[in-house]
């Protein structure tokens, strides 16, 4: 019988935590369904902790019986064609070619005047061997119907590629200057496959443990907004979006239903993913970062994490609000009271990270945050100092 070798000892040791990025201890959600992985992946490199809700679903409509139609009725002639989406554009083309249509259509389509919504349906428009008569720098459908009414349309047949839903107003504007509208409906917007989780994103922005909604598409906005009103929670959304909440979208024309329920927003100046996460980090570092100089050495508040040592402490919500509210006024104490206030909104309300708490709190819940928030920090906790009698303050270094 053969002897058994020696067990080898493990010589592996446990790999050392990547170090703290931009947007490590922030939460972001993300509402989009189209490119939601990319989205996701670009935030997660940065540190983010990520919730992807889609707020919508792109229901195809490649199989339609309307889409055929209206794909055939393009093929009698046009002096048009509306590109409003890239995404839009490539699932009529590819559709088409699935029916065997797809080099008459092409051939339609160069014989007209191709009008693009923007860069992404201009650079779909070209991946078919077409070219655009004029794309509106604004990328709005407002300039795209002005220039077009200022074009004799008596008799013109104008193909309409919609995105997401129909668009009623504008090929009503076209057909009463005397045009021939066909619609193209390629897909439609559904509901989420998980309202439920949906509502708990609600939930999450309106207690304020969300630090940040990018948005790709207007439609993903008006969705989120009224899944908070029908839970009941508009109006504290909304009050989160003016304060503590960050909303970026992709671009000026996504950004309308925000700018509609004044709510501020930001927006790159390129519509890509990538200058849109750019925005997003620079916006949060200087929105919600925060270096405190104790004499422990620095102190980086970011979101709902400490950074110190070169390692990040991930804080629960509530202990990271005492600690925001102290940082606030480094050095100086503040009551019970004050941090009451300032955490649970003097208790008729919950405030940021607070937990959306239903009791009332009196001044010893803020006597055990601050009991959890020192054991959070561990090492660091005696920064947070108590004063006798009056109540806690952050002790910076001089």
């Given at each position: 019988?053969?002897?058994?070798?020696?067990?080898?000892?493990?010589?592996?040791?446990?790999?050392?935590?990547?170090?703290?990025?931009?947007?490590?201890?922030?939460?972001?959600?993300?509402?989009?369904?189209?490119?939601?992985?990319?989205?996701?992946?670009?935030?997660?490199?940065?540190?983010?902790?990520?919730?992807?809700?889609?707020?919508?679903?792109?229901?195809?409509?490649?199989?339609?019986?309307?889409?055929?139609?209206?794909?055939?009725?393009?093929?009698?002639?046009?002096?048009?064609?509306?590109?409003?989406?890239?995404?839009?554009?490539?699932?009529?083309?590819?559709?088409?070619?699935?029916?065997?249509?797809?080099?008459?259509?092409?051939?339609?389509?160069?014989?007209?005047?191709?009008?693009?919504?923007?860069?992404?349906?201009?650079?779909?428009?070209?991946?078919?061997?077409?070219?655009?008569?004029?794309?509106?720098?604004?990328?709005?459908?407002?300039?795209?119907?002005?220039?077009?009414?200022?074009?004799?349309?008596?008799?013109?047949?104008?193909?309409?590629?919609?995105?997401?839903?129909?668009?009623?107003?504008?090929?009503?504007?076209?057909?009463?200057?005397?045009?021939?509208?066909?619609?193209?409906?390629?897909?439609?917007?559904?509901?989420?496959?998980?309202?439920?989780?949906?509502?708990?994103?609600?939930?999450?922005?309106?207690?304020?443990?969300?630090?940040?909604?990018?948005?790709?598409?207007?439609?993903?906005?008006?969705?989120?907004?009224?899944?908070?009103?029908?839970?009941?929670?508009r109006a504290e959304v909304l009050d989160a979006l003016r304060g503590e909440v960050l909303s970026v979208c992709i671009g000026p024309v996504c950004a309308r239903p925000l700018l509609a329920a004044d709510v501020p927003c930001v927006w790159p100046d390129r519509g890509r993913l990538g200058a849109l996460v750019r925005t997003l980090v620079a916006?949060?570092?200087?929105?919600?970062?925060?270096?405190?100089?104790?004499?422990?050495?620095?102190?980086?508040?970011?979101?709902?994490?400490?950074?110190?040592?070169?390692?990040?402490?991930?804080?629960?919500?509530?202990?990271?609000?005492?600690?925001?509210?102290?940082?606030?006024?480094?050095?100086?104490?503040?009551?019970?009271?004050?941090?009451?206030?300032?955490?649970?909104?003097?208790?008729?309300?919950?405030?940021?990270?607070?937990?959306?708490?239903?009791?009332?709190?009196?001044?010893?819940?803020?006597?055990?945050?601050?009991?959890?928030?020192?054991?959070?920090?561990?090492?660091?906790?005696?920064?947070?100092?108590?004063?006798?009698?009056?109540?806690?303050?952050?002790?910076?270094?001089?």
């Amino acid at each position: 019988m053969p002897a058994r070798e020696p067990r080898r000892m493990s010589t592996a040791t446990s790999a050392a935590p990547p170090p703290p990025g931009p947007l490590t201890g922030f939460t972001v959600g993300v509402t989009a369904d189209r490119r939601r992985e990319e989205l996701t992946a670009l935030l997660g490199r940065r540190g983010a902790t990520v919730v992807a809700v889609p707020a919508l679903r792109i229901v195809t409509l490649s199989d339609d019986a309307l889409l055929r139609r209206a794909t055939e009725e393009c093929l009698a002639g046009l002096d048009y064609v509306i590109a409003t989406t890239g995404v839009g554009w490539r699932g009529w083309m590819s559709a088409a070619e699935g029916w065997g249509l797809g080099g008459a259509l092409v051939t339609v389509c160069r014989q007209a005047a191709l009008v693009s919504r923007g860069p992404k349906a201009a650079g779909a428009l070209r991946a078919s061997g077409l070219r655009e008569t004029y794309a509106p720098e604004s990328e709005a459908l407002d300039d795209v119907l002005a220039w077009l009414l200022a074009k004799d349309l008596r008799g013109r047949r104008i193909a309409v590629q919609e995105h997401g839903g129909a668009l009623p107003e504008f090929t009503a504007a076209l057909r009463e200057r005397g045009a021939h509208v066909v619609a193209v409906p390629v897909y439609r917007w559904g509901p989420p496959q998980d309202p439920g989780a949906l509502r708990r994103l609600v939930e999450q922005t309106a207690r304020r443990e969300v630090h940040a909604l990018p948005f790709t598409s207007a439609p993903a906005i008006e969705a989120f907004l009224a899944a908070a009103q029908e839970s009941g929670r508009r109006a504290e959304v909304l009050d989160a979006l003016r304060g503590e909440v960050l909303s970026v979208c992709i671009g000026p024309v996504c950004a309308r239903p925000l700018l509609a329920a004044d709510v501020p927003c930001v927006w790159p100046d390129r519509g890509r993913l990538g200058a849109l996460v750019r925005t997003l980090v620079a916006e949060l570092t200087v929105r919600g970062r925060r270096e405190i100089p104790t004499a422990a050495g620095p102190l980086v508040l970011q979101g709902a994490a400490v950074l110190a040592g070169g390692t990040a402490l991930r804080l629960p919500p509530v202990p990271a609000a005492v600690l925001r509210a102290l940082a606030e006024r480094p050095g100086t104490v503040l009551s019970r009271g004050e941090l009451l206030r300032a955490v649970w909104g003097g208790g008729t309300s919950p405030g940021p990270g607070a937990g959306g708490r239903s009791r009332v709190p009196d001044e010893h819940a803020v006597e055990a945050a601050v009991g959890r928030l020192r054991g959070a920090l561990g090492a660091h906790g005696a920064v947070v100092q108590t004063v006798t009698k009056r109540g806690y303050r952050l002790a910076v270094a001089p």
